[in-house]
T-cell receptor, first 110, second 111 residues
Framework: SQQGEEDPQALSIQEGENATMNCSYK?????LQWYRQNSGRGLVHLIL?????REKHSGRLRVTLDTSKKSSSLLITASRAADTASYFC??????????FGTGTRLTIIP | DTGVSQNPRHKITKRGQNVTFRCDPI?????LYWYRQTLGQGPEFLTY????????KSRLLSDRFSAERPKGSFSTLEIQRTEQGDSAMYLC?????????FGQGTRLTVV
């Protein structure tokens, strides 16, 4: 069973606004990664943050990690229609397999 | 294209038939993973290889499922005596250090 929880489950915003998604987990982790999945397609790797990092940026993406609260957030700034997708956090702890969250379905309204 | 490649992309099979999927990882990646994803859920881990050695199998991987990675290159996932509950997207990923790259998946429909 999946151990990660993502919040919100679904999010609709106007194009140009910022979107924030949150991920919570239950154990210690080595790293946490965020993926995007367009409908019925494979997962695209967005960003990886290690357990000793607190914040990371990549283009319009900003990821934070709070290991004391066992949580991470993904911020997408200046959203575009092409950002419409499902977003998943995934993490590993002690071994290499990834445990995925339940996902956030993001819809950008033009 | 040097990404992870999966074949076929779609497979429709009758209940009780056997199916086999193939995954070609990124060539320099020594770790390969299989995941299963059902509608509206995140992927769930099935099994993992380091080179040709299968190091871990999930409880989700019943005895009808078998995976191989001969010579540590491509991998196959076989499902015997398929059931309707096997309908899902089967995803393959590979990595070398930490960042896992996924293929486009094989969508299996059991009718």
């Amino acid at each position: 069973s999946q151990q990660g929880e993502e919040d919100p489950q679904a999010l609709s915003i106007q194009e140009g606004e910022n979107a924030t998604m949150n991920c919570s987990y239950k154990t210690s982790i080595n790293n946490l990664q965020w993926y995007r999945q367009n409908s019925g397609r494979g997962l695209v790797h967005l960003i990886l943050i290690r357990s000793n990092e607190r914040e990371k940026h990549s283009g319009r993406l900003r990821v934070t990690l709070d290991t004391s609260k066992k949580s991470s957030s993904l911020l997408i700034t200046a959203s575009r229609a092409a950002d419409t997708a499902s977003y998943f956090c995934a993490y590993n702890f002690g071994n290499e397999k990834l445990t995925f969250g339940t996902g956030t379905r993001l819809t950008i309204i033009p | 294209d040097t990404g992870v490649s999966q074949n076929p992309r779609h497979k429709i099979t009758k209940r009780g038939q056997n199916v086999t999927f193939r995954c070609d990882p990124i060539s320099e990646h020594n770790r390969l993973y299989w995941y299963r994803q059902t509608l509206g859920q995140g992927p769930e881990f099935l099994t993992y290889f380091q080179n040709e050695a299968q190091l871990e199998k999930s409880r989700l991987l019943s005895d009808r499922f078998s995976a191989e990675r001969p010579k540590g290159s491509f991998s196959t996932l076989e499902i015997q005596r398929t059931e309707q509950g096997d309908s899902a997207m089967y995803l393959c990923a590979s990595d070398r250090i930490a960042e896992a790259f996924f293929g486009q998946g094989t969508r299996l429909t059991v009718v």
